[in-house]
């Protein structure tokens, strides 16, 4: 199985035997936020194989690089509760 990645080290898909998988990001395939859609392409024919959709995994803690220091941000998300002071 190989990447397909940029010079910049983005992943365009994956190449594994003889299939060509490539993620999709056309409404029409299914693409909306929280939606990852992947198509697999035969390579000798050229023909679609198989679309399959996915839910996005939600990043919960988010890396921050900030004068060469590594900080962990995370979501806080209001319950509706507010903490009562004794």
Do not use: W, Y
Not at 3 to 24: A, K, P, Q, T, Y
Not at 49 to 74: C, H, M, Q, W, Y
Request: glycine share 8%; net charge positive.
């Amino acid at each position: 199985m190989s990447e397909l990645r940029c010079d910049n080290g983005i992943l365009f898909g994956i190449l594994d035997e003889d299939v060509v998988e490539v993620r999709c990001k056309s409404n029409f395939c299914g693409h909306r936020a929280g939606v990852i859609v992947l198509h697999r392409f035969s390579t000798k024919t050229g023909e679609l194989v198989s679309t399959n959709k996915f839910k996005d995994p939600i990043r919960k803690r988010e890396e921050v690089k900030k004068n060469g220091a590594t900080n962990l941000r995370s979501a806080v998300r209001h319950s509706g509760h507010q903490a009562q002071s004794a």
